[in-house]
């Protein structure tokens, strides 16, 4: 046994050290096997969202191909067909055909304006103003809902891509209206500020609970676009109160091209 | 000193609990009381009570199973739960019988005390155990109850040799005793310390 005082402070100074050294490997152990355990979580984590992004992007590079092709054939087939049945009508004199003769026309025009509003191309070497402006002419013509366009301020061009995907994100959201609100009026506002272009557009439609509503592609593509040219994007909406998307385009993070 | 420091922290500690009172989760607002119990009873046993040696013995036990009884709460696993409450029954059964049938209640209960303490270290190894294998972890340094178990593990596994040893170090020498409570201060300093931070802690987190 221990007799000896300094054997006892020995033992008890020596023991507590110790238990002192064990738990704090022990804590030690604890806290860095947690640190590395939700790096390797947020590491997979990122993982998942690039693999998701990669996939979304490769759904609209996709989505963006087949609507290229959709509309070549619209503008190089029915537009090359519906051509020359204006040169048939054209060679028939008959009176009565002169309203058919328009009524191919107007188609001829339309399809036209469909098969640029479809295609890429169409919409890159063209402002954006002008491009939104040609794409709400043609739904005017629906007849389910009112469209109206204003736009205010000085206009300014954006880097080509960047007004791509602001139309795309414009054209989303329009079929979006179109199929789901079921809406009455439309309103699509461009707002051009110094270094800041703002697209507003609101309806009057069914609406939804923002956070509740499952994200299928149209939505996820709208904010993936508005992600990738670092838009702000806000969409307010409540059931029976209509919906308003904002788009918002700081100038001073992409090229600008003069007007 | 050392031992008016320590009192001083578990003042603080209590203070701190005491006006985040409203902030905590159930088991922090019963963790806080007991704080404020605890620094009644140590108050009482320093500055009222001589000889103190039958208060602490009683107070000791309670505060094991008080103890145990919170890692029962916090603990999910059913079985754990149920080791827990064979090491609570365990607990009441040796604290007891050490007091009615061997040590009494007169005399420093270190058989008994030894046995607690092995019992929280036990606890919070099963607490760590849960925090790890959590399938949604947070930063353990954001979880107040990390802070409270840290604390109680080096306390009662670092006094365990001064406490288990105490009859005999007192019986061979008083002096040595007393020097080496230095020990047991500077661990509570420690402990009470770590419980305020999980306090804090906790209140910051739920802002």
């Known amino acids: 046994m221990l007799n000896n005082p300094s054997e006892i402070v020995l033992v008890v100074i020596g023991g507590t050290l110790i238990m002192f050294l064990l738990v704090g490997t022990i804590v030690f152990f604890v806290l860095s096997y947690q640190k590395r355990y939700l790096k390797h979580k947020n590491e997979l984590k990122a993982l998942e969202q690039a693999y998701n992004q990669e996939l979304l992007k490769s759904e609209l590079e996709i989505k963006e191909q087949t609507m290229n092709n959709i509309a070549s054939e619209i503008h190089d087939h029915i537009g090359q067909l519906l051509s020359v049945i204006k040169l048939n009508l054209a060679m028939n004199p008959a009176p009565g055909l002169t309203e058919t003769k328009e009524l191919v026309t107007q188609v001829i025009k339309d399809v036209r304006g469909l098969a640029h509003s479809m295609h890429s191309d169409g919409i890159s070497n063209k402002p954006i103003l002008q491009v939104i402006e040609t794409e709400i002419n043609r739904l005017k013509k629906l007849p389910q809902s009112k469209v109206t366009f204003s736009s205010f301020g000085e206009s300014f061009s954006l880097a080509s891509q960047t007004e791509t995907f602001l139309f795309r994100i414009f054209q989303e959201c329009m079929n979006n209206i179109l199929k789901h609100a079921h809406a009455k009026n439309i309103s699509v506002e461009l707002n051009y500020n110094i270094s800041l272009l703002t697209i507003k557009i609101t309806d009057d439609g069914n609406g939804f609970v923002v956070n509740e509503v499952e994200e299928g592609l149209g939505l996820r593509s709208i904010r993936y676009r508005a992600k990738l040219i670092g838009a702000q994007l806000s969409i307010e909406s409540s059931p029976g109160s209509g919906t308003c998307t904002t788009i918002k385009v700081n100038t001073d993070n992409q090229p600008i091209h003069g007007n | ?207």
């Open chain 2, 1 to 207: 000193m050392l031992s008016k420091i320590y009192l001083i922290t578990l003042l603080i500690s209590s203070l701190i609990s005491i006006y985040n009172y409203n902030k905590l989760t159930t088991y922090l607002k019963a963790f806080s009381i007991f704080l404020v119990v605890t620094l009644v009873v140590e108050c009482a046993g320093y500055f009222l009570i001589k000889p103190n040696i039958w208060l602490f013995n009683i107070f000791t036990a309670l505060e094991f199973v008080f103890y145990l009884v919170l890692f029962r709460q916090i603990l999910t696993s059913t079985s754990k739960k149920k080791a827990v409450n064979l090491l609570i029954a365990s607990t009441i059964i040796a604290s007891l019988g050490n007091m009615i049938f061997f040590q009494g209640l007169f005399k420093f209960n270190n058989y008994s005390y030894s046995y607690g303490c092995m019992l929280v270290c036990i606890c919070v190894m099963m607490y760590f155990l849960q925090l790890l294998h959590h399938t949604n972890p947070q930063p353990l340094t954001r979880i107040p109850m990390f802070w409270v178990s840290t604390g109680l593990l080096i306390y009662y596994a670092c006094n365990f040799f001064y406490m288990g040893l105490l009859n005999y170090i007192i019986g061979v020498s008083m002096e040595i005793a007393k020097e080496l409570f230095i020990i047991i201060s500077v661990l509570n300093i420690a402990m009470y310390s770590l419980f305020s931070v999980g306090i804090v802690c906790s209140t910051t987190r739920r802002r």
